[in-house]
């Protein structure tokens, strides 16, 4: 351990690098004896793997039974100066990678940092993008700015969306979203579904996307101020190549990650001009629109696919990766064991498996008819569905809007007709 500890010595740092460790030292002086009780066996040679290593050796290996109370201050600040450590590492890789170790990095981050289940989520939602969110039932206006429910069914939204940014805490925000959602598709109108985003289209976004809070005078007669993180969720999935989607917990270390002054939660101006702007420098973003290539049905005849149409078949998967390649951004964050099994898709899965397995007798919330139709209709585009099931569209209809989910209702189907 002394010598893992000792190893960023030898090390050619950056500035921020240097000040990462030097913070680290602080928090490893309480925790001292405790850390020289962990075994080591790797030491890695670079920052970024010193950074990782240590940082695991914290979560998994450290006896947390024999600290004090008052070491667990120290070891929480250690870790989360390891986890920023990590990810100002992997952002220096960012900042001058060309596309084709952008997209690898990326794949090698798929199990880690759920990648399959985020482009679920942004497939789904390029299928519903044109349409105005006025028009959107209630379940996919929330998938589209970042607020989970019980009410997403999880066997037709597979995906969590609040991946990227959630958006559960900005109260305000989806009250004016519920009231006036027409108000906020004319703001969103300001920038183009294809092509170039121009900071003309940025900034009539931002006026009427301001207009809309500040006309919210019910607790302020001066109305409310408008939140930019909100703003970057609704703009980065719009245009998921042309924007980083922020939350209040990410702006810091994105920040730090892109060498640019800390923004505000209010500062418009400086997310174009600093956080977009500093991203259009990099190669990776400048990269041309890979060709689309024709999937070679004659090779995998008779076999099975291994991966589903939401995150692309192996031939245009780079292309998917090009098309949302400012949001995954996200991806050179510092993540753990602990961040894909804590989506909320898979923790709402579960809870609705193991209710069923108790047969809960909780009474189930209702759909309005309209949602019902809708997420009964898309689960029954599935060509693995049996015809019948496709005349039982109206049973099935209304099982989903008394309550139960799109999967029993079909289940219940086939146990009474198959």
Same mark, same amino acid.
């Given at each position: 351990?002394?010598?893992?500890?000792?190893?960023?010595?030898n090390m050619p740092l950056s500035d921020a690098e240097n000040q990462v460790y030097q913070n680290a030292?602080?928090?490893?002086?309480?925790? @001292?004896?405790?850390?020289?009780?962990?075994?080591?066996?790797?030491?890695?040679?670079?920052?970024?793997?010193? /950074?990782?290593?240590?940082?695991?050796? /914290?979560?998994?290996?450290?006896?947390?039974?024999?600290?004090?109370?008052?070491?667990?201050?120290?070891?929480?600040?250690?870790?989360?100066?390891? #986890?920023?450590?990590?990810?100002?590492?992997?952002?220096?890789?960012?900042?001058?990678?060309?596309?084709?170790?952008?997209?690898?990095?990326?794949?090698?981050?798929?199990?880690?940092?759920?990648?399959?289940?985020?482009?679920?989520?942004?497939?789904?939602?390029?299928?519903?993008?044109?349409?105005?969110?006025?028009?959107?039932? *209630?379940?996919?206006?929330? $998938?589209?700015?970042?607020? %989970?429910?019980?009410? %997403?069914?999880?066997?037709?939204?597979?995906?969590?969306?609040?991946?990227?940014?959630?958006?559960?805490?900005?109260?305000?925000?989806?009250?004016?979203?519920?009231? @006036?959602?027409?108000?906020?598709?004319?703001?969103?109108?300001?920038?183009?579904?294809?092509?170039?985003?121009? %900071?003309?289209?940025?900034?009539?976004?931002?006026?009427?996307?301001?207009?809309?809070?500040? &006309?919210?005078?019910?607790?302020? $007669?001066?109305?409310?101020?408008?939140?930019?993180?909100?703003?970057?969720?609704?703009?980065?999935?719009?245009?998921?190549?042309?924007?980083?989607?922020?939350?209040?917990?990410?702006?810091?270390?994105? /920040?730090?990650?892109?060498?640019?002054?800390?923004?505000?939660?209010?500062?418009?101006? @400086?997310?174009?001009?600093?956080?977009?702007?500093?991203?259009?420098?990099?190669?990776?973003? %400048?990269?041309?629109?890979?060709?689309?290539?024709?999937?070679?049905?004659?090779?995998? #005849?008779? #076999?099975?696919?291994?991966?589903?149409?939401?995150?692309?078949?192996?031939?245009?998967? #780079?292309?998917?990766?090009?098309?949302?390649? $400012?949001?995954?951004?996200?991806?050179?964050?510092?993540?753990?064991?602990?961040?894909?099994?804590?989506?909320?898709?898979?923790?709402?899965?579960?809870?609705?498996?193991?209710?069923?397995?108790?047969?809960?007798?909780?009474?189930?919330?209702?759909?309005?008819?309209?949602? $019902? &139709?809708?997420?009964?209709?898309?689960?029954?585009?599935? &060509?693995?569905?049996?015809?019948?099931?496709?005349?039982?569209?109206?049973?099935?209809?209304?099982? *989903?809007?008394?309550?139960? @989910?799109?999967?029993?209702?079909?289940?219940?189907?086939?146990?009474?007709?198959?």
């Amino acid at each position: 351990m002394r010598k893992l500890l000792s190893s960023p010595v030898n090390m050619p740092l950056s500035d921020a690098e240097n000040q990462v460790y030097q913070n680290a030292l602080k928090y490893v002086t309480p925790l @001292s004896l405790n850390l020289m009780a962990v075994k080591v066996t790797h030491r890695p040679d670079d920052f970024l793997g010193w /950074c990782g290593e240590l940082a695991r050796l /914290c979560r998994e290996e450290l006896n947390k039974d024999l600290l004090e109370d008052e070491q667990l201050l120290p070891l929480k600040k250690l870790q989360d100066i390891l #986890e920023a450590g990590f990810t100002l590492s992997q952002f220096k890789m960012a900042r001058i990678a060309p596309w084709p170790i952008f997209a690898s990095f990326i794949e090698q981050q798929s199990t880690i940092h759920a990648l399959d289940e985020r482009l679920r989520l942004l497939n789904y939602l390029d299928e519903i993008r044109q349409q105005p969110l006025a028009d959107l039932i *209630v379940e996919d206006r929330l $998938a589209f700015s970042g607020k %989970h429910t019980t009410q %997403h069914d999880y066997s037709i939204y597979n995906f969590d969306v609040e991946w990227f940014a959630g958006t559960k805490g900005a109260k305000v925000f989806h009250t004016l979203l519920e009231q @006036s959602p027409e108000k906020f598709d004319a703001a969103l109108a300001h920038i183009p579904l294809t092509g170039e985003v121009s %900071h003309a289209n940025y900034q009539s976004f931002v006026n009427d996307f301001q207009q809309i809070f500040k &006309e919210y005078t019910q607790t302020k $007669a001066q109305g409310e101020k408008a939140p930019l993180a909100v703003a970057t969720r609704l703009l980065a999935m719009r245009r998921p190549d042309q924007f980083i989607a922020l939350n209040n917990n990410k702006i810091d270390i994105l /920040c730090q990650g892109l060498s640019i002054a800390k923004l505000k939660n209010t500062d418009f101006s @400086s997310y174009w001009h600093d956080m977009i702007g500093t991203m259009r420098t990099f190669a990776w973003w %400048h990269q041309a629109q890979p060709e689309i290539v024709e999937a070679n049905s004659d090779a995998n #005849e008779g #076999e099975e696919s291994s991966q589903d149409e939401a995150t692309g078949n192996k031939e245009n998967r #780079e292309l998917i990766l090009w098309k949302n390649r $400012a949001v995954l951004i996200d991806l050179f964050l510092f993540a753990d064991a602990d961040l894909a099994p804590n989506s909320n898709y898979i923790k709402l899965r579960e809870k609705m498996l193991n209710k069923a397995k108790s047969k809960s007798k909780a009474t189930p919330k209702k759909r309005s008819k309209e949602s $019902a &139709e809708i997420l009964v209709d898309k689960a029954l585009t599935s &060509e693995d569905l049996p015809a019948y099931l496709q005349g039982k569209r109206d049973s099935i209809i209304i099982q *989903v809007k008394n309550g139960k @989910s799109v999967e029993q209702a079909i289940g219940l189907m086939r146990a009474i007709f198959g």
